[in-house]
Nanobody
């Protein structure tokens, strides 16, 4: 089992920045992919950003140029730097990890962007 713990959410004004962090523990060998999803009220969960163990990154179009994902394989952490935040970025952000086709999730952290 992989346990994921997120931190760094909060309330910020539009145009501001936040940094989310996620730490993995437990059976952490061979975690292939880590990243972030988000879910806004009344909407489906949406993939925000991913990074593979080889460092290949991908982003959903709406955050490209504003968000940056980074991963530290030695520390088993994945961070999401969010700049230029918009009210539509308001959501609960969930860290996830994929290990041998098994998915693991964090508990979620709230990000609220005021206009």
């Amino acid at each position: 089992q992989v346990q994921l713990v997120e931190s760094g959410g909060g309330l910020v004004q539009a145009g501001g920045s936040l940094r989310l962090s996620c730490a993995a523990s437990g059976s952490i060998l061979n975690i292939n992919v880590m990243g972030w999803y988000r879910q806004a009220p009344g909407k489906q969960r949406e993939l925000v950003a991913t990074v593979t163990s080889a460092g290949i990154m991908d982003y959903t179009d709406s955050v490209k140029g504003r968000f940056t994902i980074s991963r530290d394989n030695a520390k088993n952490t994945v961070d999401l730097q969010m700049n230029g935040l918009k009210p539509e970025d308001t959501a609960v952000y969930y860290c996830y990890a994929v290990q041998s086709f098994r998915w693991f999730w964090g508990q979620g952290t709230q990000v609220t962007v005021s206009s």
